[in-house]
């Protein structure tokens, strides 16, 4: 028996559907990543079934316990249910036809080969009987046990056809490729570059969940280069795609910006697993084909591709359907001050700039500095030991300065209701430039972050505004 269907979960399906006399296989990721032992393999089961899908999950979520609520999805006639924390999917083995213009399928009930033709790669194509008299029996007509042995991704038709009933399915060939760290067969890469095209038909958001797993895959550049080479990067992320190359003036070269990007989207990688910082790597050198300058005195440079590239973020999001929220803002924000460590440390740390940098990074400040260390992609390795040296007496700095200021969740110490109360005026303009001169001073270290002195301090502002005191007012009247 295969090994794969030793799991609890589908010996209690197996009974279900035997039960009922309904002919049913596994199928999908879960055949494969069980395949491939890959540790955090898939969650979710698909269950291929002669006949109708819907009713089948119905009856088997019945045999399976009381009380399972089966969510019905007609359009697409399958039905799920969550059972032992595995989300279970039905669906009726079917035939697929397609238009050329539109995603909606004609669809007819099939044989179980019929199904695994319209799926999109041979490691995914792979069912394996779950019925009691059949149980473990592999249907794998098209070779999908060689191809994961030899780590191969490959349609299970003529890639044309696969491709060009489903264009998503290029964008899955390089987000497997990125995951499993497999190599897509020469013939079915040569397709996804001929129908490249045809993605423009795909939603922006089916796009982008491809996308986003691509950038959570363990090794993203992989799957970047791929997107480049097909000329689907082009197509859809017109921005990263102008990143790459090389110009050279007077001897003088920079570096292909595509390649340091997504090299630093891999340094990032290694690291974390937080999607927005993945991101922000990707992102935080968007800018530089608009800023790019030569000058024979200094060489090349990217003046203000921080904050350009910060204000294209909005766009970007917006384009793939991705949430135009806090999260976008933290991708702005990581982007804007992704040079800011390093300028800090070329020079000598001063208290202030620290502060500053504190002050705007705030709780992102830890995630700044992994993002600055992840952008050191110098192949020498003195500089780059120079640079993380330099990186770690920052990191102490910062500590150092956070136990003394607190700064990284600065609140003012006297904020405009005191002022307000305070003077006994009206909100109006002298608030604002009263808390900026608090503010100021305690970044430049003039005065500790702290009441006592920020209110002599708004005291002193206040009069030198032209503002009293209500209490001493109250008393003059007296
Ligand atoms: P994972 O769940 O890890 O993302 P998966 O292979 O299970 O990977 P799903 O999107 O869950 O991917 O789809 C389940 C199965 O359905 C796939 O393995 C594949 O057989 C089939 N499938 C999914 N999307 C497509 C598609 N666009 N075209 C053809 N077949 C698809
Ligand atoms: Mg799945």
């Known amino acids: 028996m295969n090994i794969c269907l030793n799991d609890k979960i589908i010996s209690a399906l197996s009974e279900a559907v035997s039960s009922e006399n309904i002919k049913a296989w596994v199928t999908g990721g879960y055949v494969r990543d069980c395949l491939l032992k890959r540790e955090h393999g898939a969650r979710d089961v698909d269950i291929v079934v002669l006949g109708d899908g819907i009713e089948s999950a119905r009856k088997s979520a019945r045999k399976l316990g009381p009380g399972i609520r089966v969510s019905v999805f007609r359009n697409f006639g399958t039905a799920m249910f969550r059972y032992n924390d595995f989300d279970i999917e039905f669906v009726g083995a079917r035939k697929e036809s397609y238009s050329r213009d539109s995603r909606k399928p004609v669809v007819e009930a099939g044989t179980i080969e019929d199904d695994q033709k319209r799926r999109d790669f041979t490691i995914n194509a792979l069912a394996i009987s779950i019925n009691r008299e059949t149980f473990g029996e592999f249907s794998d007509p098209f070779g999908g046990i060689n191809d994961l042995k030899n780590k191969i991704i490959r349609t299970p038709l003529d890639p044309d056809v696969t491709f060009s009933d489903d264009p998503l399915r290029m964008m899955r060939a390089v987000r497997f490729a990125a995951q499993l760290n497999f190599t897509i067969d020469p013939v079915t890469l040569k397709s996804i570059a001929k129908n490249a095209e045809r993605i423009n038909i795909v939603s922006a958001e089916r796009i982008a969940g491809e996308f986003n797993r691509i950038i959570m895959s363990d090794h993203p550049s992989k799957g970047f280069v791929l997107l480049e080479k097909t000329g689907l990067l082009k197509l859809i992320f017109p921005e990263l795609d102008n990143l790459k190359g090389v110009e050279k003036k007077e001897g003088k070269a920079h570096k292909d910006n595509f390649l340091h990007s997504v090299k630093v989207l891999d340094n990032i990688s290694s690291k974390t697993d937080n999607l927005w910082l993945r991101w922000a790597a990707l992102l935080h050198d968007i800018a530089k084909p608009q800023t790019k300058k030569y000058t024979p005195e200094t060489g090349w440079s990217f003046h203000?591709?921080?904050?350009?590239?910060?204000?294209?973020?909005?766009?970007?999001?917006?384009?793939?359907?991705?949430?135009?929220?806090?999260?976008?803002?933290?991708?702005?924000?990581?982007?804007?001050?992704?040079?800011?460590?390093?300028?800090?440390s070329q020079e000598t740390v001063t208290d202030s700039a620290v502060r500053r940098l504190l002050f705007e990074a705030g709780d992102d400040i830890d995630d700044l500095m992994l993002l600055c260390e992840a952008d050191i992609t110098s192949k020498n390795e003195v500089t780059k030991k120079r640079h993380l040296e330099n990186f770690k007496l920052v990191r102490s700095k910062l500590v150092e300065i956070e136990a003394k200021d607190a700064l990284r969740k600065f609140q003012p110490p006297v904020d405009g209701n005191e002022i307000i109360r305070t003077f006994g005026i009206k909100p109006g303009k002298e608030i604002g430039i009263i808390k900026n001169t608090i503010r100021e001073a305690i970044l430049d270290g003039i005065i500790p972050n702290e009441h006592g002195a920020a209110r002599e301090l708004m005291l002193r502002k206040g009069r030198e505004l032209g503002l009293t005191p209500a209490d001493e007012s109250s008393q003059e009247q007296i």
Do not use: A, C, T
Request: aromatic share 10%.
């Open 304 to 344: 203000g591709h921080e904050y350009i590239g910060s204000k294209m973020i909005p766009g970007i999001f917006k384009r793939f359907k991705l949430p135009l929220n806090e999260k976008m803002k933290y991708v702005q924000k990581l982007v804007d001050l992704h040079l800011r460590p390093m300028v800090l």
